[in-house]
């Protein structure tokens, strides 16, 4: 608009035929002039008008993500607390068809060399995590998870599991076995990244 404008004026310009004619030509330029500034002034105010609704849904889409964030702290909290009294066992074997009884006799091994006086009634479930069976492509095999009764054993287990480094079991296929907390995803992923941070820190004060 503003550019067909100007045009219009350069036409007329060049087709300005004697001077007589110069006052109104100059008045009507004026009057072209003057729609010409209305026009960017109204573009400017629309501009500044956009600008704050830009920033107006800037900040809810702020208070959106903050909010959702902490729902999803909240809805990890809960799930982790449902999974207070679980612990996972990794390193065992496992074998083509393998029962929960076969399962859970390997892991009272397990159990039993970190506690002796532990039985099999204190675990409510045992059962093993989705997976293949460990192949020479899968390096592998599925982790177990167990719960137990009474939170005061599974701590006990979980305090005591270094015992496992020197631990030795009826079993000989059995021999690298790590015992970890039953994160949820998002504490996993909080876990990595503070071992990876103090990984860094570590390795930048060695190098200093």
């Given at each position: 608009m503003i550019s067909s404008q100007l045009n219009e004026m350069k036409t007329?310009?060049?087709?300005?035929?004697?001077?007589?004619?110069l006052p109104s030509k100059f008045e009507s330029f004026e009057n072209q002039l003057s729609d010409i500034l209305n026009e960017i002034t109204t573009i400017g105010s629309n501009m500044d008008h956009l600008k704050e609704e830009n920033a107006q849904l800037n900040k809810r889409n702020r208070?959106?993500?903050?909010?959702?964030?902490?729902l999803d702290s909240q809805l990890n909290e809960i799930e982790q607390y449902g999974r207070r009294q679980n612990l996972e066992i990794h390193g065992i074997p496992m074998p083509d068809n393998e029962?929960?009884?076969?399962?859970?006799?390997?892991?009272?091994?397990v159990l039993k060399?970190?506690?002796?006086?532990?039985?099999?009634?204190?675990?409510?479930?045992?059962?093993?995590?989705?997976g293949k069976p460990k192949t020479d492509q899968n390096k592998t095999c599925p982790g177990i998870i167990l719960r137990f009764i009474d939170k005061k054993n599974r701590n006990n287990i979980y305090s005591s599991r270094k015992r496992l480094k020197s631990a030795e079991f009826d079993d000989p296929r059995i021999n690298?076995?790590?015992?970890?907390?039953?994160?949820?995803?998002?504490?996993?992923?909080?876990?990595?990244?503070?071992?990876s941070?103090?990984?860094?820190f570590t390795l930048e004060i060695s190098v200093d």
């Open positions: 007329e310009l060049k087709n300005l035929g004697g001077l007589k004619d208070d959106l993500e903050e909010k959702n964030a902490k029962t929960n009884a076969e399962v859970e006799e390997k892991v009272l091994q060399s970190i506690d002796t006086t532990i039985t099999k009634y204190a675990i409510n479930v045992v059962h093993r995590l989705r690298r076995v790590f015992i970890n907390e039953n994160l949820t995803s998002g504490k996993k992923t909080l876990t990595c990244s503070s071992q941070k103090n990984k860094r």
